[in-house]
Nanobody, 115 residues
Framework: QVQLVDSGGGLVQPGGSLRLSCAAS????????MNWYRQAPGKQRELVAT???????NYADSVKGRFTISRDNAKNTVYLQMNSLKPEDTAHYYC?????????WGQGTQVTISS
C-alpha cells in the first residue's frame, strides 16, 4: 500500500527557511515523478514543484528562485527546501504522486510565515 508521510512544517518569520520532507513507502518511487502542492485557507490547491524520475524540476512562478525540490531515491524521500519565505507562502503543504491511475497524498504539513 502506497503511503506518503509529510513533515518539516512550522512557524517562521518572513525571510526564513524551512525544509519539508516526504517519506514514501509501498512501491519503487524512483521511477515516478513526485510533486509538492499547497493549499491556503479559502484557496484551491496549487502545484508548487515537480521532480521527474530523471531529476528534472519545475516550479510555480510564485516560488521560482526561492524553493528547491529534490529527491533521494535510496531513502524514498522527496524534499522541498524553501528559502526567503513570504507570508503568502502560508499554507498546508502536501506531497503527491500519481501512480497506477490515481493520486496519492501525504497528510500534509502546515507552514506559517508570520512575524
Amino acid at each position: 500500500q502506497v503511503q506518503l508521510v509529510d513533515s518539516g512544517g512550522g512557524l517562521v518569520q518572513p525571510g526564513g527557511s524551512l525544509r519539508l520532507s516526504c517519506a514514501a513507502s509501498g512501491t519503487s518511487f524512483s521511477i515516478y515523478a513526485m510533486n509538492w502542492y499547497r493549499q491556503a485557507p479559502g484557496k484551491q490547491r496549487e502545484l508548487v514543484a515537480t521532480i521527474t524520475s530523471g531529476g528534472r524540476t519545475n516550479y510555480a512562478d510564485s516560488v521560482k528562485g526561492r524553493f528547491t525540490i529534490s529527491r533521494d531515491n535510496a531513502k524514498n524521500t522527496v524534499y522541498l527546501q524553501m528559502n526567503s519565505l513570504k507570508p503568502e507562502d502560508t499554507a498546508h503543504y502536501y506531497c503527491n504522486i500519481f501512480l497506477a491511475g490515481r493520486n496519492y497524498w501525504g497528510q500534509g504539513t502546515q507552514v506559517t510565515i508570520s512575524s
